[in-house]
Every structure is written in C-alpha cells, then in structure tokens.
C-alpha cells in the first residue's frame, strides 16, 4: 500500500472519529442542560415547597391548640391562614411532581395522611370550642391521638423530602460524571483533530512530491545532464592578423 493510501485512511478514519465525538459532546451536553433545568425548575422549587408545608403543618397545629385554650377567635386565625397556605403548597406540589409517579405517590399519602389529622385531629377541637365546650377541646389536645396523627402526617412529609433530595444528589452526580465524561471526549477529539492536520500537511506534502515528479523530467531542466563542451571549441582563437597568426602555429600539432 502506498503511502498516500495509507494516508487518506488515517485521515478518514480521524475525520469520522471527530464526528462521533462531536455527536458525543452535543449528547453530553443536552443531556447536563436538561439535568440542570430538572433541578432548578422542578426538584429544588418542590424541595422548598414541602418546606413550606411543613412549617404550614405546624402553625396549623400551634394555632388550634392555642385557640382550645384560650377560646379567642384571633387565634383561630392563625389555624385558618396556615390551611390556606398548605393548600397552596400541596397545588404546587401536584405541578412540580406531575410527571414522577414515584414523587407523586409520596405525595398523595402526604395528602391523605394531612387530611385524616385536619378532620380527625384538629377539627373536633376547633368545634369543641366554638361551642363553648373547652373542658373537651383541652381534653382532645391533650390526648395522644391527634399528636399521633400530626406525626404521621409529618413522617410523610418527611419521607417526601428525603426523596426529592436524594433525586437533587443523584442530579448532581449525574452532572458530574457527564462534565468527567465531556472532559474525556473533548480531550479526544483535540488529539484526532491533530491527527488529522498532520495527516493533510502528509498528503499535501505527498501530493507536490508526486507533481515535482512528473514535471521534472518534462521541463528538462533539473534532471537533464549536461554535455559535455569540445575541448577545441571551448576556447575560440580571435579573430584578425592574431588569430590567423594562431591558427598557423597549431596547425603542425593538429596534423601530427
């Protein structure tokens, strides 16, 4: 095989890997791109939402027991304004968590363990003492049932946030294995792009050898061998008297 053969298959066989890693770099990237919008519109907005909720759950929670014990309708508020907000949290949650089942039935058990407590833990105090009936509305807050259910409501929540977590930690890992890899790649195709230089400077190098070649001897210059001059001819007698002078004394030692 000649040399330009070989030539044109390391420089087709360079040209054909650069694509491949210039596919390589274009995947690598759409895929980070994607990984980083999943987690700053969807994953962090939900995390900081179940935040929300919880705090929510909680001042739900303090704003009956208070409003049990002191029987001031301006202590409901706090009740009132918390559920509020929790719905809110949990429509943001149904938006966020839309398109992961796993996420979305974490949050459906947060759902319904939420609405047990609030109708089976906290409104029955809330009704107790709008009738008057305080001596049962402390009662009911004192039991370990409403707790239990608060708890339970919360270790669901909990359980929810864990998960959205450990979904940002795998995100970020997953990023920083594609920006490993894209290094790896982008290191690759800089060593086959100087490959492929050299292999063009090598063909075009082969290619004015060969035109050289063919042209020389054609020209007739560089490769054609000089004949050689007559030793008589080369140094001519002048003309006039002088040279018929010369011309007689070596005419003897021609004819001998």
């Known amino acids: 095989m000649s040399l330009r053969a070989r030539v044109w298959i390391v420089l087709l066989t360079a040209a054909a890997l650069i694509l491949g890693c210039a596919w390589a770099l274009r995947s690598g990237y759409l895929t980070v791109v994607d990984t980083a919008e999943h987690v700053a519109n969807t994953l962090q907005p939900a995390s900081d939402t179940v935040a929300d ?27 009132v304004d918390a559920n509020t907000r929790a719905q809110n949290a949990f429509r943001k949650l149904d938006e966020y968590l839309a398109g992961d089942e796993e996420l979305s039935a974490l949050l459906r058990k947060t759902r319904v363990d939420t609405a047990i407590w609030r109708r089976e833990g906290m409104q029955p105090v809330i009704e107790a003492t709008r009738s008057g009936d305080q001596a049962t509305a402390t009662e009911l807050v004192s039991s370990g049932q409403p707790r239990q259910m608060y708890y339970t409501a919360r270790s669901s929540l909990h359980q929810l946030n864990q998960e959205l977590r450990d979904n940002v930690d795998d995100a970020v890992a997953r990023q920083t294995d594609e920006f490993v890899w894209l290094w790896r790649v982008l290191n690759i195709s800089i060593l086959l792009l100087l490959v492929l230089m050299a292999a063009i400077a090598v063909l075009a190098d082969s290619q004015r050898s060969a035109a050289i070649a063919r042209s020389g001897p054609a020209a007739g210059g560089h490769d054609r061998r000089r004949e050689p001059r007559d030793p008589d001819r080369a140094v001519r007698a002048p003309r006039g008297p002088a040279g018929r002078r010369r011309r007689r004394r070596n005419a003897p030692a021609a004819g001998g």
């Open 53 to 79: 909720l919880d705090f929510a759950l909680a001042e739900m929670r303090a704003g009956a027991t208070v409003y049990a014990l002191t029987g001031n309708v301006k202590d409901l508020a706090t009740y």
